[in-house]
């Protein structure tokens, strides 16, 4: 929990040496709270000033990471309850089950299908980022060459699902340089999960059937040298579920309440697809850290995913397109020329109206900062020089032989000035993206 300034003045030695180039003692715990000094300017600063700062300085949600170097996932770290606090630091990591009752061409296929869970939205490709290993057979031996199959054939972290020592520790063994995550230790088998965990340096998983003894059972698994955790409850409803996941997210913010500061993972295998679906993205809107799914049915996942993205962007940072030159089908130097902005949804809504024309077309995205074509203009981030400025970055001159740019509608106010700036004929589109097929196909000729 963050310290006020008079909190980390009581830790100082008050001796007002300006040594740390403040006048006072009192001046520089307030460049401190404010994040504007570094306790390391103060020569003088205790031991015990340093390791307190250090706790505080601690996300209250611990970040917990598992899978390869070039591939790996996230979850924790989270400061706030509610994203317009500030933002999510991690989204919800998304797992699909593999069963080691599987073999051969079954097992084979369950991965293949698993790997092929990839989509593009809005111009950002999305995708599941693990595979969780379940131990259904009770074998060591199984479980250890179902997960080595899953990690000879993809790229995505892997969770190990098992109560066995043994099975976890042969899983282990073949997917160690991996990372994967263990899962899970209970209150009979923590001593030798923990041990497994901490030898390989990998997170494991802690489950109990209630907050409190999932409090108890973290403290002993930290006890044991394993430091990285993740939470799970076990045997609940939805609602009840939710309703836990709600109370830890709590108690970890707002009461910095040690023991439960750590991301969650929840399982959802019950019900159809449908209620899979609707389970999933209840417990990715509410603080599920890690969702093990079942399914495998692309249009459930791609919903899953989708939440995901909505839910985790950054309200400080609107969805962006790369400003530069787009070519809609395949264009040659008499194609029309349009421009907008590089807001993500502006330009994907522009980008599947001029599709439609069938007119091959180029598009001009102008940085706006990912604001809109009106936003942009009353702010001043949409006028005639840096639409000026973008025809000569992106070489229109030499793309297109005429010298003729369609502007959007809500901004005909700009002709003047942007002929002025161009010396291009400017070209007063409709105010509606949904009008440009029949615009291009009747004033483009
Ligand atoms: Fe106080 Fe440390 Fe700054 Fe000296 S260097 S004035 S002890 S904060």
Redesign the pocket.
């Known amino acids: 929990m963050a310290l006020t300034g008079l909190d980390i003045f009581k830790l100082?030695?008050?001796?007002?040496?300006?040594?740390?180039g403040?006048p006072?003692?009192l001046a520089?715990?307030m460049q401190l709270a404010q994040k504007r000094a570094k306790l390391d300017?103060?020569?003088?600063?205790s031991e015990e000033a340093r390791n307190v700062l250090a706790a505080a300085a601690e996300p209250p949600i611990r970040l917990i990471k598992f899978g390869s170097a070039d591939n790996q996932v996230q979850a924790g770290q989270e400061t706030v309850l509610f994203r317009h606090e500030e933002k999510f630091h991690n989204t919800t990591v998304m797992a699909v089950s593999v069963s080691d009752k599987l073999s051969g061409e079954e097992l084979k296929d369950r991965i293949d299908s698993i790997n092929a869970l990839k989509f593009e939205r809005v111009g950002t490709k999305i995708q599941v980022d693990a595979m969780a290993v379940i131990n259904d057979s009770g074998s060591a031996e199984t479980f250890a060459s179902a997960a080595a199959a899953v990690k000879d054939s993809s790229d995505f972290a892997i969770i190990l699902v098992s109560d066995s020592p043994e099975a976890v520790a042969a899983a282990v063994e073949k997917t160690k340089d991996r990372t994967p995550l263990i899962v899970a230790a209970n209150k009979d088998n923590a001593e030798k999960m923990a041990q497994i965990a901490r030898d390989n340096k990998c997170p494991i998983t802690a489950k109990a059937d209630s907050i409190e003894d999932l409090a108890d059972l973290t403290e002993k698994v930290k006890s044991l040298g394993a430091e990285d955790i993740v939470l799970q409850i076990d045997g609940l409803s939805l609602r009840d579920r939710l309703y836990s996941l709600s109370q830890i997210r709590t108690l970890s913010l707002k009461k910095a309440f040690k023991a439960l500061g750590y991301p969650t993972l929840s399982f959802v295998d019950a019900g159809d697809t449908d209620e899979q679906t609707a389970s999933a993205i209840a417990l990715i809107c509410k603080f599920s850290g890690i969702v093990v799914l079942d399914t495998t049915e692309p249009a459930s996942v791609l919903a899953m995913l989708t939440t995901v993205m909505n839910v985790f962007s950054d309200p400080q940072k609107p969805v962006q397109v790369e400003p530069k030159l787009y070519p809609i089908g395949e264009p040659d130097e008499n194609a029309p020329l349009l421009f907008t902005t590089n807001f993500s949804l502006t330009y994907y809504t522009v980008e599947s109206d001029v599709e439609a024309s069938r007119v091959p077309s180029y598009i001009l995205v102008v940085d706006t900062e990912g604001t809109s074509v009106l936003t942009a203009y009353s702010g001043d981030k949409l006028n005639e020089k840096t639409v000026a400025d973008a025809i000569i970055k992106h070489g229109l001159e030499d793309t297109v032989k005429h010298r003729k740019l369609i502007i959007p509608g809500y901004v005909a106010v700009m002709s003047g000035k942007l002929e002025e700036a161009t010396g291009w004929d400017v070209m007063v589109g409709p105010r509606e993206s949904s009008m440009l097929p029949r615009y291009l196909q009747e004033v483009w000729k």
Not at 12 to 20: E, F, S
């Open positions: 100082l030695p008050k001796t007002n040496c300006k040594k740390c403040m006072t003692c520089f715990a300017d103060c020569p003088e600063a």
